[in-house]
C-alpha cells in the first residue's frame, strides 16, 4: 500500500469543483420554530445602551452590581422580558419610574419577566436594576482564576476574569443576551486598588472611595474604574478582567492603536512575539478588509487558566497561557500555533466584533473565517514559520472532515434553539469545515474578487449583524463579468451550508465504439464500519 500527501489548494479547489454537482448527499434539517420561541427573546424591545456598575467581593465570591439600561420599545408591552442565570434582583426594578406589578423567573428558558399592571408604550425607557450574581471557579461567566500550581508565595495573586461566549453574560447581569441585540455600554468596576482592572475601551478615569476592610482577602484601599463607552456589541463580547500582571509590553500601530501584552509576572519577555504578531495583524487586516480596527486600543492578556484558547472579546482578548506566550527556546511549531492563534482572534475583530452573527445558527461566519485567515494570511504577517496550508490540512481539514463524516454531524448552518445548544456548535464543523468552505470560496472566485466581496459585507453589516445569506449577496455583487447561466454563489453553496457530511466521488471510464465515456457518481462519505456509502 502507498499513500500520497495532497496540498490543501488541490483540496480545496477539487472541493470548489465539486460544489458545482447538485446531488442530494445529506440529511434535511427540519425547522424546530416552535420550540426556538420560548428561548428568543421578543423583538419589539431592544437594549441601546448599559451603564454597568459592578463591584466584585473577593472573600465572599459575590458580584454587586447596578445597572441602567436604555431600551428601545417598539410596541406597547405588559413585560419586559430579559435574560438571566442565576442572577438575583435585589431591589425593585423600575422603568423610568414605573414599577413592575411582579418580577418571574423561567430557569429554563434562562429569563427574567418585569410585569407591569398598565401597558408601557412605545418609546425609549431607562431600567434601573440591581442585582448579584456568583463569581464561580468554573470557568464561565464571571470567574475566578487560581493560581498556577507551584508559584512562589510572592507570584501568587487575585485574578477575576469573565467568559461570556456564548450565553454567559446572563450569569453576570440581567441583559438581552442574543447576538444580535447589540449595545453601547459604559463599564464601572470597583476593585481593591492594588489590582489592575481591564475592560474593552481604555480606563477614563480612576477615584479612591474607601480605606477600610475587614478581610484578609480585600484590599483596604478600593478604587472605582470608569471605562470609555464601547461601541454597539453584542453582549458575549463585553469582558472585563481585574488582577495582577507584570508590566505591559506595548507598541503603537501605524493607524495609532495602543496595543498591550499582559503577562504573569516575571514572564514580561515572553510575550514580544504576540506583540510582534499583533501588531502586524492589525495593519495587514485592515488594509485587507478596507476598514481599520475600530477601537483606539486591545489587551492581550495571559490567564493561568482559562475554558478555551483564548476568547476574542473586543479590545480585551484572554488566552490561556500557552495559547500567548513564546520565549526564544519555545519549538518553532509552538510558535506558530501561538501565532495563528493570535491572528485568529484578531481577525475576530472584524469577523465576529464588528460584524455579528444574526443567531448562533450563523456562528460559522465568525469561526470558518477567523480559522481560514489564521492559516491563509500567517505567510504575510509572519513569513517562512511553516507550511501553513499543510498545517491546516493536518490539523483542521482532516478532524472536521473525520468528525463530518459521523451520523451525528451537523451542517455549518447549524439548528440552533435552547441556550446550551449554542455551546455544541464550537466545534470541528463550524471551524474547521466553515474554514474549508471559506478557502474553497477562495480558489473559486480568486483573491481579488473574494476580498473585494468581503470589503463589500463588512462595509454594509459594520456594528451590526449578518447571516450567511448577506455573505453570499456581497460576494456576488463582485462577479459581474461571470457567464450567463453561471449557478449563484448562493445556488454552488446551499447544499455545502444547510446539509451535513461531504461527498465521495466515483469516477470510471466507459468505451466503445463511438469512444470514451467519464461517468461521474456521487455519494455522501460516511466512516467505515457506519455503513460508509449512502447513496
Not at 254 to 264: D, F, K
Not at 429 to 439: D, F, Q, W
Amino acid at each position: 500500500m502507498s499513500t500520497c500527501s495532497v496540498p490543501a489548494s488541490c483540496l480545496v479547489t477539487f472541493a470548489a469543483a465539486l460544489a458545482l454537482l447538485s446531488a442530494a448527499f445529506s440529511i434535511q434539517v427540519t425547522s424546530a420554530a416552535s420550540s426556538t420561541r420560548k428561548f428568543r427573546l421578543p423583538s419589539h424591545v431592544k437594549p441601546l445602551n448599559y451603564q454597568l456598575f459592578f463591584e466584585p467581593n473577593l472573600a465572599s465570591n459575590i458580584l454587586a452590581g447596578k445597572m441602567i439600561a436604555t431600551i428601545a420599545i417598539s410596541e406597547a408591552v405588559t413585560s419586559i422580558v430579559l435574560n438571566g442565570n442565576a442572577v438575583l434582583l435585589t431591589g425593585a426594578p423600575s422603568l423610568s419610574g414605573r414599577s413592575p406589578l411582579n418580577v418571574t423567573y423561567d430557569r429554563d428558558a434562562q429569563m427574567i419577566s418585569l410585569n407591569f399592571a398598565d401597558p408601557v408604550p412605545p418609546g425609549i425607557w431607562e431600567l434601573y436594576a440591581s442585582f448579584t450574581a456568583r463569581i464561580n471557579t468554573r470557568l464561565s461567566g464571571v470567574f475566578r482564576v487560581a493560581s498556577p500550581p507551584g508559584n512562589p508565595p510572592h507570584l501568587d495573586s487575585i485574578i477575576i476574569a469573565t467568559h461570556f461566549e456564548p450565553t454567559d453574560a446572563r450569569k453576570a447581569f440581567p441583559c438581552w443576551d442574543e447576538p444580535a441585540m447589540k449595545a453601547t455600554f459604559d463599564l464601572t468596576l470597583t476593585v481593591p486598588a492594588d489590582l489592575l482592572a481591564l475592560s474593552n475601551s481604555p480606563e477614563v478615569s480612576r477615584k479612591l472611595i474607601t480605606h477600610s476592610s475587614s478581610s484578609k482577602n480585600q484590599s483596604a484601599a478600593r478604587v472605582e474604574v470608569r471605562f470609555a463607552r464601547t461601541p454597539p456589541m453584542s453582549t458575549y463580547l463585553l469582558a472585563f478582567v481585574i488582577g495582577r500582571f507584570d508590566q505591559p509590553l506595548k507598541t503603537v500601530d501605524e493607524n495609532g492603536i495602543n496595543i498591550r501584552v499582559y503577562t504573569p509576572p516575571g514572564r514580561r519577555h515572553e510575550g514580544s512575539f504576540s506583540l510582534g504578531i499583533a501588531n502586524k495583524t492589525l495593519t495587514h487586516f485592515g488594509k485587507l478588509f478596507g476598514t481599520n480596527y475600530p477601537l483606539s486600543k486591545i489587551d492581550l492578556v495571559s490567564l493561568p487558566d482559562f475554558p478555551s484558547v483564548a476568547m476574542e472579546n473586543w479590545g480585551l482578548v484572554l488566552f490561556h497561557e500557552p495559547s500567548l506566550l513564546a520565549s526564544k527556546d519555545t519549538p518553532e511549531a509552538l510558535r506558530a500555533f501561538v501565532a495563528t492563534t493570535v491572528i485568529h482572534e484578531l481577525a475576530h475583530q472584524w469577523f465576529g466584533n464588528l460584524v455579528s452573527p444574526a443567531w448562533w445558527s450563523d456562528l460559522w461566519l465568525n469561526e470558518g473565517f477567523a480559522t481560514w485567515l489564521s492559516y491563509n494570511e500567517l505567510d504575510a504577517i509572519r513569513p517562512g514559520l511553516i507550511d501553513s496550508r499543510s498545517w491546516f490540512v493536518s490539523t483542521e481539514l482532516l478532524s472536521a472532515m473525520s468528525d463530518d463524516a459521523l451520523e451525528a454531524s451537523h451542517p455549518v448552518e447549524a439548528d440552533v434553539h435552547r441556550p446550551e445548544d449554542t455551546a455544541e456548535v464550537f466545534d470541528s464543523i463550524s471551524y474547521g469545515k466553515g474554514a474549508a468552505l471559506v478557502g474553497m470560496l477562495h480558489d473559486w472566485l480568486g483573491r481579488e474578487n473574494f476580498f473585494a466581496g468581503l470589503r463589500n459585507y463588512i462595509r454594509r453589516h459594520r456594528f451590526g449583524n449578518a447571516a450567511t445569506s448577506d455573505l453570499w449577496k456581497a460576494l456576488q455583487e463582485t462577479l459581474n463579468d461571470r457567464p450567463a447561466g453561471e449557478p449563484s454563489i448562493a445556488e454552488v453553496m446551499h447544499d455545502w451550508t444547510t446539509r451535513k457530511s461531504f461527498p465521495v466521488i466515483f469516477a470510471s471510464i466507459e468505451t466503445d465504439e463511438s469512444g470514451c465515456t467519464l461517468r461521474l457518481r456521487q455519494s455522501r462519505y460516511r466512516l467505515p464500519g457506519a455503513d460508509r456509502l449512502h447513496d
